[in-house]
T-cell receptor, first 117, second 115 residues
């Protein structure tokens, strides 16, 4: 089973509007971390925001916020006041506890966001 | 401060050949992880090294191997290249090996094309 599911291959948003990118996850581990990364065409994965499974409040980082609904196992990314530079691929990722201590990330298939002027 | 650096940026190899990809982590970071990103997919975990020891391995064949050097830089080696090995190979460094909120910093990747 997929650990991370992103059901939106592509999304369009008008400049200055808000957009929500969906992410659902699958884990039986009570302790996990959820991440969102932005990948521009250059290829580098840029960290945006983190949410821990025990965090009581939704994470926020500037124009990025994470809508964390634990019971639904969803961790949607909300980008407010979209800018042209936000056009990129966005990946949701999860980290679980690993017996060896490895901190590998499981990524979804991504959503391509296009901001329209 | 320099971020994660990977070399080369692009590479074209023939089926059956061997390839070595290199990664230098952020100064002070002791953990390096490698990911393969096939076109249209998210990155997939290949290896993690911490303090020169393998800490984790993804579901990849034995043709894939890696190592970490005393200066914490790392090499990813792939033998007997297949067309399906064509991908963007990403290296990520982090301070620690574990930790739920440990942030991974990624390089720009090496784009490998196998012909």
């Amino acid at each position: 089973a997929q650990k991370i599911t992103q059901t939106q291959p592509g999304m369009f948003v008008q400049e200055k509007e808000a957009v929500t990118l969906d992410c659902t996850y699958d884990t039986s581990d009570p302790s996990y971390g959820l991440f969102w990364y932005k990948q521009p065409s250059s290829g580098e994965m840029i960290f945006l925001i983190y949410q821990g499974s025990y965090d009581q409040q939704n994470a926020t980082e500037g124009r990025y916020s994470l809508n964390f609904q634990k019971a639904r196992k969803s961790a949607n990314l909300v980008i407010s006041a979209s800018q042209l530079g936000d056009s990129a691929m966005y990946f949701c990722a999860m980290r679980e506890v690993d017996q060896t201590g490895a901190n590998n990330l499981f990524f979804g298939t991504g959503t391509r966001l296009t901001v329209i002027p | 401060d320099a971020g994660v650096t990977q070399s080369p940026t692009h590479l074209i190899k023939t089926r059956g050949q061997h390839v070595t990809l290199r990664c230098s982590p952020i100064s002070g970071h002791k953990s390096v992880s490698w990911y393969q990103q096939v076109l249209g997919q998210g990155p997939q975990f290949i290896f993690q090294y911490y303090e020169k020891e393998e800490r984790g391995r993804g579901n990849f064949p034995d043709r894939f191997s890696a190592r970490q050097f005393p200066n914490y830089s790392s090499e990813l080696n792939v033998n007997a290249l297949l067309l399906g090995d064509s991908a963007l190979y990403l290296c990520a460094s982090s301070l620690r090996a574990g930790g739920m909120n440990t942030e991974a910093f990624f390089g720009q990747g090496t784009r490998l094309t196998v012909v």
